[in-house]
Each structure stands twice: as structure tokens, then as C-alpha cells.
């Protein structure tokens, strides 16, 4: 760099920040620009957002997939992290310390139950009831992220569900709320269906 320039009035480098970047949701365009899929994770830590972006990287090499899928772990919020797993590819091995205890937490938990059955129906079992006791626990911690209080109503509201689907709608909508009655709105509609 030259000197006389780096002091020329009005010459300013100024980064652009994560506000600049666009909010990656189209899966055709994420694979075109897989980078940038993760950057607007980075950017929009939400879970459409980070799915997007983690569609986005599969068929990238491995080395380069693993990177990314690390970074958008370590960006979104413990409860989006925590749905997330559940859809990532199988055979996947974590590299960050977080998504190895995770994951380990839930095969552990799964392996218990299904212990506890002695039948290999028992451990798939399981694990299915690990994974949902886990998708409930990730949309009671978002919500609590986004409500100073949550009702005893609400929060058994959100207990009853099982079916898995439905708790990844749920932390979906609850991820896109950015104030407490919206939040309100959305856990009530759930306790409505109840």
C-alpha cells in the first residue's frame, strides 16, 4: 500500500458489516453461491436461513462442507443448533466440541431407552423420543429466549406435541419473531390445536 495515499483526504477503507448481506433463503440460489449461504447464516442466525445454507454445502468436498457446517453451528442460537441436528446428513463425524456433546448427548439418551425396552424396537423408539424431548426442549428455550414469562398452559402446550415436523415449524416461527407477542400469537395458535 502506498503511504501517501492511505493519508488522502476523504480515502476511508470501511468493512461492510453483516446487516449488507442478504438473507439467503432460495435453495437454488444457495447452491450457485454456497459462500454466501453461509455468510447470511452468520448474518441471519435463523433456521431457515442456516437449512438453506446447510442444503446448500452437501455436495461440496468434505473438508470444505465440514468447515461450513461448523460455522453455521457455531452461529445460530443453542435451539436452532439443536433442531439443525436432526436434519444433518448422517455419518456426519463434528468437528466443533459443542456439536459432539450434543449429538452425543441425544445418542446417549437414545440408547437408554432403548436399553431399557431390550429390543432393537425399543432403542429406534428411543431414540424418536429423544429426538422430540430434544425439538421440545429447543422451542421452550426460544421461547423463554423471546418471552420474559411463559405460562404453565403454554409450556405443557408444547409438551404434548410429538410429532417432529410440527416442533420444526415451530422453532421455525418462533426463530422468525422479533417481538414477545408475536411469540405470544405463535405459542398460543399451538395451544389452540391442543
Given at each position: 500500500?502506498?503511504?501517501?495515499?492511505?493519508?488522502?483526504?476523504?480515502?476511508?477503507?470501511?468493512?461492510?458489516?453483516?446487516?449488507?448481506?442478504?438473507?439467503?433463503?432460495?435453495?437454488?440460489?444457495?447452491?450457485?453461491?454456497?459462500?454466501?449461504?453461509?455468510?447470511?447464516?452468520?448474518?441471519?442466525?435463523?433456521?431457515?436461513?442456516?437449512?438453506?445454507?446447510?442444503?446448500?454445502?452437501?455436495?461440496?468436498?468434505?473438508?470444505?462442507?465440514?468447515?461450513?457446517?461448523?460455522?453455521?453451528?457455531?452461529?445460530?442460537?443453542?435451539?436452532?443448533?439443536?433442531?439443525?441436528?436432526?436434519?444433518?446428513?448422517?455419518?456426519?463425524?463434528?468437528?466443533?466440541?459443542?456439536?459432539?456433546?450434543?449429538?452425543?448427548?441425544?445418542?446417549?439418551?437414545?440408547?437408554?431407552?432403548?436399553?431399557?425396552?431390550?429390543?432393537?424396537?425399543?432403542?429406534?423408539?428411543?431414540?424418536?423420543?429423544?429426538?422430540?424431548?430434544?425439538?421440545?426442549?429447543?422451542?421452550?428455550?426460544?421461547?423463554?429466549?423471546?418471552?420474559?414469562?411463559?405460562?404453565?398452559e403454554e409450556t405443557a402446550a408444547v409438551r404434548a406435541l410429538c410429532d417432529e415436523?410440527?416442533?420444526?415449524?415451530?422453532?421455525?416461527?418462533?426463530?422468525?419473531?422479533t417481538a414477545a407477542e408475536e411469540a405470544r400469537a405463535v405459542l398460543r395458535a399451538?395451544?389452540?390445536?391442543?
Open positions: 500500500m502506498c503511504p501517501d495515499r492511505a493519508r488522502a483526504p476523504g480515502f476511508a477503507l470501511t468493512p461492510l458489516g453483516f446487516a449488507d448481506l442478504p438473507r439467503v433463503i432460495d435453495p437454488d440460489a444457495a447452491r450457485r453461491l454456497p459462500e454466501l449461504a453461509v455468510l447470511s447464516t452468520l448474518a441471519h442466525p435463523d433456521f431457515e436461513v442456516a437449512r438453506t445454507a446447510i442444503g446448500a454445502i452437501r455436495d461440496l468436498p468434505e473438508d470444505r462442507a465440514r468447515l461450513y457446517l461448523d460455522l453455521i453451528l457455531a452461529a445460530v442460537p443453542d435451539a436452532v443448533r439443536r433442531s439443525l441436528e436432526a436434519l444433518i446428513m448422517k455419518g456426519y463425524e463434528y468437528q466443533s466440541e459443542f456439536a459432539r456433546k450434543y449429538y452425543g448427548q441425544g445418542v446417549s439418551k437414545g440408547v437408554e431407552v432403548g436399553r431399557a425396552e431390550g429390543v432393537e424396537v425399543g432403542r429406534a423408539e428411543g431414540v424418536e423420543v429423544g429426538r422430540a424431548e430434544g425439538l421440545r426442549d429447543a422451542v421452550l428455550e426460544l421461547a423463554r429466549a423471546r418471552l420474559a414469562d411463559l405460562s404453565s415436523t410440527t416442533l420444526l415449524a415451530l422453532i421455525s416461527a418462533l426463530a422468525r419473531t399451538v395451544a389452540a390445536e391442543r
